[in-house]
């Protein structure tokens, strides 16, 4: 989940993508921000560029360790969403309309992230299905989405919303805008097994219309071509690993375990992803390598998905504390994907870490953080359990906003 989300503007404001659909990292917390950060949101980084993204990350990962967000917090996400429907990714005067001149833009992939925490959150019924039918009307011919309304499909942002209509139960392989449908789309950018880069996904094509193997784009293509979201819990384990294959009908599982193969080969040497960001390439990709994590564990490749894991688990820490809340969120879903105890992460308590970044949950977790056991509620409203909360998800991806738009990765 992952983070992906334009590296144009990121880097125009030197911040580093954190991970999935497209949501950019959250930036060092003495950064100064270039606008106030409203009191309900997560991080303290100028929010302009993934302030929806990094808040339904967020929630995200407090749901699904059983926290009840508090209000403000939750409010906060509602209240960014433009009047028909979509969420940008930040809105820092809502009454202001969007789209008009001057007004927020929504995009996609802000908008399939929010849906996704508000499915997980419940009673936000009204607002997830006009978030969808935003979503609908962006949907390309070609079966896909781009990062906003009429632009090129590309695999991340497909990728994020197929999460957001899988986890409000609708079936997106019934979503054709045109000609193709999501997973035609994320068939078309998959490359043949015995292309350099086979099994990966790429992101768009290039100048030349060639597909070049991108390694976020892949992250987010598994979760995509699976119909899930960025959260998924631990499955059933398979057994081998993942090998490209070119045989038989042309199928979104297969799509899935070739992508998973490409992953598994990447990982296997260092254990994490590269960077693509210019400048950065002989750096980590954190944010990317927690996306692969996620994906090869939701497609039961769960061997493959410890090696990585187990190099975040030494590694991350730090980028984590100096990215926000975004980063906990990433590293906690993935955690959570091989089943795993976030408050026990290579000596970081990525829960209380999180939940240090913004408003304390209202709720009690099923365990708290001190004793690992469930605690009761002083007010008497019982006891907040809430276990594999499956919401589809992420990035991803999952997926951080860097990710999702940045140049093609061989």
């Not at 209000?71 to 930040?90: R, Y």
């Not at 990728?159 to 957001?164: H, K, L, T």
């Not at 950065?280 to 497609?299: F, H, I, K, R």
Request: charged residues 20%; hydrophobic residues 40%; contains cysteine.
């Amino acid at each position: 989940m992952n983070v992906r989300r334009s590296a144009a503007a990121l880097a125009a404001i030197g911040v580093l993508a954190a991970a999935a659909p497209a949501t950019a990292a959250d930036t060092s917390p003495s950064a100064s921000p270039k606008v106030a950060v409203p009191s309900g949101l997560f991080g303290k980084s100028d929010p302009t560029y993934d302030g929806v993204w990094r808040q339904s990350l967020a929630l995200l990962a407090q749901r699904t360790l059983g926290y009840r967000p508090a209000a403000s917090a939750v409010d906060w996400l509602v209240g960014q969403q433009c009047a028909k429907g979509g969420f940008a990714a930040f809105r820092a005067d809502t009454a202001k309309p969007c789209e008009g001149k001057g007004g927020a833009q929504p995009d996609t992939n802000s908008t399939a992230a929010a849906v996704q925490a508000l499915q997980a959150l419940g009673g936000h019924g009204a607002e997830i299905r006009k978030a969808l039918v935003w979503l609908k009307n962006a949907q390309n011919e070609d079966g896909g989405w781009g990062y906003t309304p009429g632009s090129p499909s590309d695999t991340n942002s497909t990728s994020v919303v197929i999460g957001a209509f899988a986890g409000a139960d609708e079936d997106p392989g019934k979503l054709r805008a045109g000609k193709g449908t999501p997973y035609d789309l994320l068939s078309a950018r998959a490359l043949a097994c015995d292309e350099d880069g086979g099994g990966a996904l790429a992101y768009q094509p290039d100048k030349k219309g060639r597909l070049v193997a991108n390694a976020d784009a892949t992250a987010a293509g598994v979760l995509g071509a699976l119909g899930k979201g960025f959260v998924n819990g631990p499955g059933k384990a398979r057994d081998k690993a993942p090998v490209c294959s070119s045989s038989g009908r042309a199928t979104e599982t297969r799509v899935a375990d070739n992508a998973a193969a490409y992953l598994t080969h990447a990982v296997a040497g260092s254990g994490h992803l590269k960077s693509a960001l210019p400048g950065a390439e002989d750096q980590p990709d954190y944010g990317n390598t927690a996306d692969t994590v996620v994906a090869l564990a939701a497609d039961g490749w769960n061997t493959q998905a410890k090696k990585p894991y187990g190099w975040l688990e030494k590694n991350a820490a730090g980028w984590a504390r100096q990215s926000g809340p975004a980063a906990y969120a990433q590293l906690i879903l993935a955690a959570h994907a091989l089943g795993a105890d976030a408050r026990h992460f290579g000596g970081t308590d990525l829960v209380r870490s999180l939940n240090a970044t913004g408003p304390a949950p209202r709720g009690t977790a099923a365990h708290t953080e001190e004793s690992g056991k469930r605690a009761e509620d002083d007010s008497n409203t019982g006891v907040w359990w809430i276990v594999g909360v499956g919401l589809v998800a992420g990035i991803g991806i999952g997926f951080l906003l860097s990710g999702r738009r940045k140049k093609q990765q061989p």
